[in-house]
């Protein structure tokens, strides 16, 4: 018990809760994260690099960051 309270301290706090879901419009599939851009696999066979890189565009302009 002491060590699962030592370890969780030492992590320090679980940082921000990333949106995983695809940025693609409409969709509602789980990206793979930010090493894949936020685009579901789907999406990743279907639309070209610029294709996916106008989405992800797309979305950060709609989902402006409040901070």
């Known amino acids: 018990k002491e060590n699962q309270q ?10 921000r809760r990333l949106d995983m879901r695809c940025r693609v419009e409409g969709c509602k599939n789980i990206s793979r994260g930010p090493r894949f851009g936020y685009i579901c696999d789907k999406h990743r066979s279907e639309l070209s690099a610029k294709e996916q890189r106008e989405a992800r565009e797309k979305w950060n302009a709609a989902h402006d960051k409040a901070a």
Do not use: D, I, Q, S
């Open 6 to 15: 030592a370890a969780r301290l030492a992590r320090g706090g679980t940082g």
